[in-house]
C-alpha cells in the first residue's frame, strides 16, 4: 500500500511524549517533513534527533493555555517557512474528578486548550489545504465521545465539544480535498494512563498493579495499546488511501467500546 506521504509537510502537536511521539516518528519514516509543537523546548530538541532525517524537521514552542501566542507563532512560521498538508490535533486531557466537583475554571481551561487551539491551528493551515487541494486534518481525542468514562468529568465534556466541532468543519472543507477525523485512543501505554491508573487505585483503596491488571482485563484484547498502533492509525488517515474517509470517530482501543 503506497501512503503517498513523501514530501508532505505535517503539524504535530503535543509531540514530546505518548501517542504525539510516535505519531511524528511514523510520519517522518513516511518521508513527511514534520513541525513538532510543544512547551518544552529541549524536549522538543530531543524529539527532533529520533526522527528519520532529522534536518528535515522542525519545531515550534507553544503552550495551548495562552491560545492569542500560539496564533502568533503558527502564522508567523506559515509566513516564513511553509504551510501544512497535514495537522494533527493532540492535546493532553484535563485532570481527572467527577463532572459534580469540576470549577468552572476547569471547563474554561479545558475549551481553550482543546477547542480555542484546535480552531486556531485549523483556521491557520485550511488556506494552504484549499491551495494544494489537499488536506487532513486528525484530532486525537477519546473514546469518551461515544462513552462517557466515569471520573473524567470535565474531559468526557470537551471531548464531545471537539467531535462535534470536527464534524461540523469535516462538512465545511470536503470539497476541497480536506478530511477531518478524530482517532479516539482507548487505555495507551502513555503518562496519562499512568497517572489515571494511580487515581482510581487510590479511590478505590487498591493497589496500582492491581488497577492495572483491572483496568487491561476492560478490553477484549486483554492489554492496552502501544502508541505505535495509534500512530499507525493516524498514518492511514492522513494518507491518500483515507481520501474518502471523513468525519468519523475511529476507536483504536482494543474493542473495549461497546457502541458502533
Known amino acids: 500500500m503506497n501512503l503517498n506521504l513523501k514530501n508532505k509537510n505535517a503539524l504535530v502537536c503535543g509531540s514530546t511524549q505518548g501517542i504525539g511521539k510516535?505519531?511524528?516518528?511514523?510520519l517522518a519514516n513516511e518521508g513527511v517533513?514534520?513541525?513538532?509543537v510543544a512547551r518544552n523546548r529541549d524536549k522538543l530538541k530531543q524529539v527532533i534527533a529520533e526522527l528519520t532525517n532529522s534536518e528535515n524537521h522542525g519545531y515550534i514552542v507553544a503552550d495551548f493555555t495562552n491560545p492569542r501566542d500560539?496564533?502568533?507563532?503558527?502564522i508567523k512560521f506559515i509566513d516564513e517557512n511553509h504551510g501544512f498538508h497535514i495537522l494533527i490535533n493532540n492535546t493532553g486531557g484535563p485532570r481527572s474528578g467527577d463532572i459534580v466537583n469540576a470549577s468552572l475554571d476547569e471547563f474554561e481551561n479545558a475549551f481553550t486548550m482543546h477547542v480555542k487551539c484546535n480552531h486556531i491551528l485549523a483556521q491557520a493551515t485550511i488556506p494552504f489545504m484549499k491551495e494544494t487541494g489537499f488536506g487532513r486534518i486528525i484530532n486525537i481525542i477519546s473514546t469518551s465521545v461515544k462513552e462517557p468514562i466515569p471520573g473524567l468529568g470535565v474531559s468526557n465534556t470537551i471531548r464531545g465539544a471537539v467531535g462535534n466541532w470536527s464534524k461540523t468543519l469535516s462538512v465545511e472543507v470536503g470539497a476541497f480535498g480536506i478530511t477531518v477525523n478524530n482517532v479516539l485512543p482507548g487505555f495507551t501505554d502513555t503518562e496519562r494512563l499512568t497517572e489515571i491508573i494511580k487515581i482510581k487505585a487510590s479511590a478505590e483503596n487498591t493497589s496500582v498493579e492491581e488497577m492495572t491488571e483491572i483496568m487491561k482485563n476492560y478490553s477484549p484484547a486483554k492489554r492496552f495499546a502501544q502508541p505505535e498502533e495509534t500512530?499507525?492509525?493516524i498514518l492511514f488517515l492522513a494518507s491518500d488511501c483515507a481520501g474518502?474517509?471523513?468525519g468519523i470517530n475511529l476507536p483504536v482501543d482494543g474493542g473495549r467500546t461497546k457502541s458502533l
Open 70 to 74: 500560539l496564533r502568533e507563532k503558527i
Open 244 to 246: 474518502y474517509i471523513n
Open 22 to 26: 510516535a505519531t511524528a516518528i511514523a
Open 231 to 233: 500512530a499507525n492509525a
Open 33 to 36: 517533513n514534520v513541525t513538532l
